[in-house]
């Protein structure tokens, strides 16, 4: 795998509409052959979409092209949060309070790659920089919620299963998602 040159920057709220293609992109084309087509509307529909909180918090990254696309995403959080975007935290009211960094794991949240430039290291180099980032604020180990095509990468940067169970969604679609953890070293 031949590292790209995209440069990997903290997002802003003006990156929001190419985060929304981007992800949209992301989740249609590298969910198939994970994720039914009434799954994955279910997911983008429901569950995956910008976290605003994540970009005005700093602990969000986009990869970006020398020409300026964003062709990869993603991030940790120092909330309580686990996964989903706006809309998933509006329906289920997540808390939205701190971590206590010596007690708790930092969320590696909402990571995508545009299916272009997937399998070229974009999303091990947006983990990394969000893992050193909570390292840096005192965090010692790292939990996220990973759907079905992400759980390869996730295994590959050294996470381990600790749950599986089924996200139900509002119509009634449940999508299969594995909770995964590791130490931040």
Known sequence: MAQSD????LATLDDIPALRTLIEASVRTLSVGYLTPQQIDAE?????????RLIEDRTYYVAVTPSGRIVGAGGWGKRRALHGGDDYKALHQGSDELL????EPARIRAMFTHPDFARR????RVFETARAAAREAGFRSLV?????????????LGFSP?????DRLPDGATVPVVEMTRSID
Do not use: H, Q
């Open 6 to 9: 995209e440069s990997i920057r």
């Open 44 to 52: 983008l529909r429901y569950v995956i979409n910008v976290d605003t």
């Open 100 to 103: 206590d960094p010596a007690a």
């Open 121 to 124: 290291g974009i999303g091990r």
């Open 144 to 156: 996220l919620t990973a759907t079905m095509p992400g759980v390869p990468l996730y295994e590959s």
């Open 162 to 166: 600790s749950r599986r169970y089924d």
